[in-house]
């Protein structure tokens, strides 16, 4: 009898870890800490084993050819990653709203001979892309777009596969405070409409970058209009009290999407 072959997506959790350690051990050799991104994102890994279910476990496996970007790639983590596991990757990234103007994701190429290709777009701007993936992250970076319909209409034309995550809303507004004459009343609830919520310059952790919440209904919607059909999909953080901009309230929608109109 034979023996049944290990989860792919475990075993690569596993050597994500590992890879972890000796990014970070490189990377305090090229420079201090404050030079680089603060928050890991090789966490995402993790993310994809709570994400990807029944035949999708395999989908990094399958893909074919290993092609993928990494867009809003901050030092670019998942895509040195990556190319170590036989993939052919881009940084996708804007440098004036990088955490170090990309200069960490170039000096860690440099240092390690890396061919990952750094590529600079302001997605903000009416760009195009000039090349065609199978695979793009799209991880944190719907809600910081001016235009996130256009950049997902692209994205769709450029790309088979897609993971995104993004931060959702269920109401309005974060529960009443104990103040006399707050009511629970002028709270909304939004799930079931498909909405998104415009933020202030300094109303969502004081980032002037953040624009668009939007409810899970605006998000399928947006998803769908833009020729995208969800092949995957959960809800980490505050889910039942999610809002817009309050920390308590902060709840991520992560989805694998499948494009309707790339054409291989």
Known sequence: ???????FLTGLKERARYYAEELAAKRRELAPPEFWYPYGTMTN???LDQLLTGENRDLLRNIDPKRAADIGAADGDISFFLEHEGWQMSIIDNAPTNWNGLRGAKLFKEAT???VQIVEMDLDSQFTFTERYELVFFMGILYHLKNPFYVL???AQHTHYA?????IMRWSKPPPAAAEGELESERQLLEHLPVAYLLGPTE???DATNYWIFSEAGLRRILDRSGWDVADYMVLGAAEDADPFSAQGDARAFALLRSRVFAT
């Open 204 to 206: 969502c952790n004081n």
């Open 153 to 155: 209409e692209r994205l």
């Open 45 to 47: 890994v993790d993310f």
């Open 163 to 167: 993971i995104l995550s993004t931060r």
């Open 1 to 7: 009898m034979s023996q049944r072959s290990p989860d």
């Open 113 to 115: 001979g890396s061919s």
